[in-house]
């Protein structure tokens, strides 16, 4: 079912952008185009409505996951693969949050791309055992910054996507140079 279905039943599209911005994957990354573009939603209400319902799942994350695992660790094979995960993870995670750490976790928050955002930051803090109140913050600022990212492609179209991806790829091979 997507979001014009449910618009379409009665649900208010200021809640669907809600709901959507909550989906791992997603995001805000989804949500903000679909309120400003398809919804017609004015930028700011859409941009904040977009903000929280990223955020609501964060706290969560980061209270419930280490609880969960230590639970499913106590099943054998779980815990196996739990220790496994952790230890690889951690092995060959990623150098940037590794060595910056907050620093890092904001960059990897803050770029709009797939597989990165509120969802796997809160993920990757808790494996990296980042601080709760920090990771918070970090997470909180990288979905502002890049809500904001969003919200200017938004309006720039395919100009502001290659203007954009030229900026990330910049900054990808600076990064690497830098390592």
Known sequence: MTPQDL????LSPELAVFLTSMLPIIE???ALPMAIN???IAWPKAFLIAFIGNLVPVPFIL???GPVVSILSKIKPLGSFFQWLFERTRRKGNKVIEKYEEIGLLAFVAIPLP??????????????GLDFKKSSLVITIG???AGVIVTCLCF???LGALIAGIGFILLAILGFWKL
């Not at 618009?7 to 009665?10: C, E, F, M, Q, T």
């Not at 597989?115 to 990296?128: C, K, N, Q, V």
Request: glycine share 18%; hydrophobic share 65%.
């Open 7 to 10: 618009v379409a039943k009665g």
């Open 28 to 30: 805000l990354r989804g």
């Open 38 to 40: 398809l919804f017609h």
């Open 63 to 65: 209270w419930l996951l």
């Open 115 to 128: 597989g990165t955002g509120a969802w796997t930051g809160a993920l990757i803090a808790f494996l990296f």
């Open 143 to 145: 979905v502002f910054i």
């Open 156 to 158: 720039l179209g395919w």
